[in-house]
């Protein structure tokens, strides 16, 4: 068995508003046993990467892009093996409401415990870009740690600790870590191999990172999971 010492570091910088920070995330969730990587889930607020970057929302780059991402995006989930579907208000999701509540209670979890951040992330994911449901209502965030298998008392330790200023900090934390790192959007991943770190942004880069790695890229679902389907 694989020591966490011996393992390499693979952060990854996401927030639930990107579809495509999902496409890697269930990607980099599959591959970590095959791969023996130690996996660092980091949300971050997008907004704040976006604006400090000075970068724009894909959607507003020009009009050629808006109109090629929707189909992009379908492409892409179907070849990474993820059901996605568009939200209905597309604008009103990433614009309007954000993902800034949903982000700090990701991160209020992962401070309380970080067992759940792969499941609570997941869900949320899957509520915007599956089910085209709420993820800022409070009651909503319930409904997501109740489903993610968190007792009682830690979901509402959680929810309450949303607006403090420790989560607060931590999410900004990340923000600005992933921006030293050199990100300018999201997904943005980072690996630490032999003492360099190597920063690989979006979702359709990982025969690049397993050639970093030193490992073998075996499509969107490795080997080992193709033969327990």
Same mark, same amino acid.
């Given at each position: ?52 970057? %000075? ?89 997501? %740690? ?35 790192? %050199? ?47």
């Amino acid at each position: 068995m694989t020591s966490n010492a011996s393992k390499k570091l693979i952060e990854l910088f996401y927030d639930v508003v990107s579809p495509y920070s999902w496409f890697a995330f269930e990607v980099l969730c599959r591959y970590k046993n095959k791969w023996a990587i130690d996996l660092h889930l980091k949300p971050v607020f997008l907004g704040g990467i976006m604006q400090k970057a %000075g970068n724009k929302p894909p959607v507003m780059v020009c009009t050629n892009k808006a109109i090629y991402l929707p189909k992009d995006v379908e492409r892409m989930s179907e070849y990474m093996k993820v059901d996605f579907k568009l939200p209905s208000d597309i604008f009103g999701v990433m614009f309007d409401k954000g993902t800034l509540k949903a982000q700090r209670f990701i991160t209020a979890v992962d401070m309380i415990d970080s067992s759940f951040t792969e499941n609570v992330s997941r869900i949320l994911w899957t509520r915007i870009h599956r089910n085209d449901e709420d993820i800022t209502e409070p009651e909503n965030f319930v409904m997501v %740690g109740k489903q993610a298998g968190m007792k009682p008392e830690i979901l509402k330790k959680a929810i309450s600790q949303i607006t403090d200023d420790a989560v607060k900090k931590r999410l900004a934390d990340y923000t600005e870590d992933a921006l030293e790192k %050199g990100a300018f959007g999201v997904p943005t991943i980072v690996a630490h191999v032999n003492g360099k770190q190597e920063m690989i942004f979006g979702c359709d880069r990982f025969p690049i990172l397993a050639k970093i790695l030193g490992e073998k890229w075996d499509g969107p679902i490795p080997q080992i999971l193709q033969n327990k389907l």
